[in-house]
């Protein structure tokens, strides 16, 4: 899918590339296990923010196993690879080593050894002293050559027997020309086209629509390779070119004039970098449209990216609890929900962020929003406030589980999602009748069962547009345990069940009014999962605004019950 918002569209294959993905699920794994510290050798790809995301994680960058003798901790081998003879000195140095190298990598190494112990000579067609590169040479017996134009190749010396094989991010057209030109010098040439599908598809969507631009913005390191190489072949294309790291980088360029931009990425361009760079680049042409239109974009945005939204949605989860359950309308309950649910919200999100100092206002928000809470639970009851502050605490402690090292509890996947629909359907369900010391009946365990159920499926739904953004998630996510069919088939198995709870109660003749509303609610529920079955790469503030969204649909829904 490609945004065409305000003449900007955005490649459908911006991002990550799948290698990227496996090397960076690997080290998240290892961190989500609690085996720490952990050391890549060398950059475990070239993008230096992600670096920075690692690197809160304590996942650090070595050069050489030396660097780290003699203390505890994990190798892991990046993704561009290394040379044989690096990986057995690797592997002897007596810590565990965890290759991350990707697949399609890995495939031209063994093309490489291949026709290596069949005495060819091997031509790389990529960039002398990059890593892969570096890498790729190791393969090819002592019988290597690399070369990047037409000059290097004349320099070649004749052959018998090449192999003429191409760095993975190499631009196809200049790799078969040059091949043509290798295939001169030898008596026997084997063309080996190791460019991978991904840089393919890249390549030809840049170059669809590049063209037809008056302005590109490529977005990844200026330290990665492909992205510069991106970045050379749009400038072929277009009249205008600019390479950027960050939305710093847009600084001083006009972004109002030209009536269409197209943005890419390199293969090692986080989604949620696009967004954000895409996002400023609408901001200042929303600005050429008019400023009230700019300024409500930038307010809902900053209601959604404060948690503020998802607060309120607790809150409308609360009231139709409530109504179900045969509570009165109690204020404190609903304001309890929104400080619990936004407390733990903001906290989460704090510690996930990058910087000291971009954590530390959102946490210290959300601690006081959590202190707020326990002083309404007190006030609902003792026995009310320490379960608050239970949960509560188990919340905030949540980020910081693997520094307790219960190993059972570290690998179980899917937590996140379980502690969230846990924590929402105690603050949302169960206490709206705990509070009141009202006697639990089937239908307060059916509704605080279908709250878990809700909360969860929305967890779940909000993972897919996580991973989809390539935000640093592990396994407790279950759409990265599990996978897209898996998650798919629970997701619609959810469904299921909540329609279920509302049938049983209908049958049981419990509110049949509300449920009947509440049955009706879920075809905006059925919505939102079938607009995450079609929509892969969700970038904007949208998917939060529509997941979060159901749980006040289903309050307007509880509320016009009663005029029924």
Request: hydrophobic share 50%; with cysteine.
């Amino acid at each position: 899918m490609k945004e065409k918002d305000y003449g900007v569209t955005i490649a459908k294959s911006a991002g990550f590339c799948p290698g990227v993905k496996k090397a960076i699920d690997k080290v998240l794994e290892l961190e989500s296990s609690g085996k720490k510290p952990i050391f890549t050798l060398g950059p475990l790809i070239h993008n230096n923010q992600v670096i920075a995301t690692l690197e809160e994680k304590g996942i650090t960058s070595i050069g050489h196993p030396s660097e780290v003798e003699g203390k505890e901790g994990v190798l892991v081998i990046r993704a561009h690879g290394i040379t044989p003879e690096f990986q057995r000195e690797v592997e002897s140095c007596g810590k565990e080593v965890i290759d991350a190298t990707c697949p399609l990598v890995k495939h031209v190494h063994n093309n490489i050894s291949k026709y290596a112990g069949e005495g060819y000579t091997t031509v790389i067609v990529g960039d002398a002293g990059h890593a892969e590169v570096i890498g790729l040479l190791g393969y090819t017996q002592g019988r290597g050559y690399v070369v990047a134009d037409e000059s290097e190749v004349l320099a070649l010396p004749d052959f018998d027997k090449v192999n003429i094989v191409a760095q993975t991010t190499q631009k196809e057209a200049a790799f078969y020309k040059l091949a043509e030109l290798i295939k001169q010098k030898a008596k026997e040439a084997v063309v080996s086209n190791t460019i991978c599908e991904p840089t393919k598809q890249r390549q030809s969507e840049t170059i669809e629509y590049a063209k037809n631009a008056d302005f590109v913005i490529v977005v990844g390191g200026k330290n990665s390779a492909n992205t510069a190489r991106l970045a050379k072949l749009c400038g072929e294309l277009a009249p205008k070119v600019l390479h950027v790291e960050t939305e710093a980088d847009l600084e001083g360029h006009d972004l109002k004039t030209p009536k269409k931009i197209f943005i890419t990425a390199g293969a090692s361009t986080p989604n949620w970098l696009i967004d954000r760079i895409s996002g400023a680049v609408k901001n200042a042409r929303m600005g050429a449209m008019g400023h009230l239109a700019n300024f409500l974009y930038k307010m809902w945005a900053f209601i959604i990216n404060s948690s503020l939204y998802t607060a309120f949605a607790a809150l409308g989860l609360t009231y139709v609890c409530m109504k179900l359950q045969g509570v009165l309308f109690h204020v404190p309950l609903l304001v309890l929900s929104w400080l619990f649910v936004f407390s733990l919200t903001v906290i989460n999100r704090g510690v996930s962020k990058t910087g000291q100092t971009e954590k530390r206002l959102p946490i210290t928000i959300g601690v006081i929003a959590g202190a707020a809470a326990l002083v309404i639970a007190f006030t609902l009851g003792f026995e009310i406030f320490i379960a608050t502050a239970v949960f509560l605490g188990a919340g905030v402690l949540y980020p910081f589980r693997y520094m307790f090292k219960i190993k059972k509890f570290t690998s179980l996947p899917a937590t996140k999602d379980l502690f969230t629909a846990l924590g929402w359907s105690f603050v949302c369900a169960y206490l709206p009748a705990q509070s009141l010391d009202m006697p639990f009946t089937n239908a307060n365990y059916l509704v605080i069962f279908y709250a878990v159920l809700l909360v969860f499926v929305r967890s779940v739904i909000l993972g897919i547009g996580a991973a989809h953004k390539d935000i640093m998630i592990g396994k407790e996510s279950f759409y990265k345990a599990f996978g897209l069919k898996v998650t798919r088939v629970a997701i619609i198995a959810i469904i299921a069940a909540v329609v279920g709870v509302l049938i049983t109660l209908l049958i049981m003749g419990w509110k049949v009014k509300l449920v009947t509303m509440l049955l009706l609610g879920n075809i905006y529920i059925i919505f939102i999962a079938a607009y995450y079955y079609l929509q892969r790469k969700p970038r904007n503030i949208m998917e939060e605004t529509l997941v979060d969204g159901q749980f006040l649909v289903l309050a307007a829904l509880c509320f016009l019950a009663r005029f029924i």
